[in-house]
């Protein structure tokens, strides 16, 4: 078996009809799982990236998908395109924004709730409506046992503590607290917590890390562009934003940043 010398790791948040920031349609999102599924990519979880920066093999061929935050599209629509092709993603959750009730409806169930643009979604939460545009525990569920997710700590608040609180004591001790709250909320909900975590808007430095690691969080995921190496710092993984395109548009990103000097010299480019 061939050996993957890089691990490109993707970055969605939406997957809605609903135009806007951030948002792949369902159609184009269906045609880049289809690319990966018909070019025989291998669609990795968290653990198997651990491995692969702890210096383990993964297949040449391997790829992350991730999502942020933990909109209710992402099981409404990429859920099942994920079940349709037996691809697998992670959603990085805001922990304090997920709710009770009842699993609603995802694509081929009948009628299904409206899934807003990101603008339309950032008003609910402030409206106090997150349940309307965010997912419920019971859908964190239902992603799970079908194999189509797994889930990860995006913190309980999704809030910049650097912007709101200018005292660095009390701005790690803020941040300290809202990563405790995402830890116990994913111990209650789904039996277990992991060491990984996506920062809210990519934002980390020394003393952020260093709260995390005291927090148990040994993998942390930035907005950086780049690909994941054998010797890329588990506190500084990279990851490359996904636009609203096709197959034929991911499968050209998704070669190059599997070659590590054909990224690089990307990189340097740009």
Known sequence: MNAAKAVPVLMYHHVSPAPGLVTMTPE????QVRWLAKHDYTTIGCDQLARFLAGESLPARSVMLTFDDGYLDNYVHAHPILAEFGLHAVLFVITGQ?????ARA???????????????CAAAV??????????????????RAAGTFEFH?????????????ADPATRHARLASDLALSREAMQQN???????????????DAGYRATARAAGFTHLYTVDRGTCLAQTPTEGIPRIAV???????????VRMYGHPWLSSLYGRLR
């Open 190 to 204: 789904l039996g277990a917590v992991s060491s990984h975590l996506c920062w809210p808007q990519g934002y980390h």
């Open 243 to 253: 636009k609203d395109k096709g197959g034929f548009w991911l499968g050209s990103r």
């Open 153 to 165: 700590s995006h913190t309980h608040s999704h809030t910049r503590w650097d912007r709101s609180e």
């Open 28 to 31: 184009n999102f269906r045609a």
């Open 106 to 120: 995802s694509a081929g169930e009948g009628a299904l709730p409206p899934t807003p643009s990101h603008r339309d």
């Open 98 to 102: 997920l709710g009770a009730g009842p």
């Open 126 to 143: 402030t409206a106090g409506r997150a349940d309307d545009v965010m997912l419920r525990w019971s859908e964190v569920d239902r992603m």
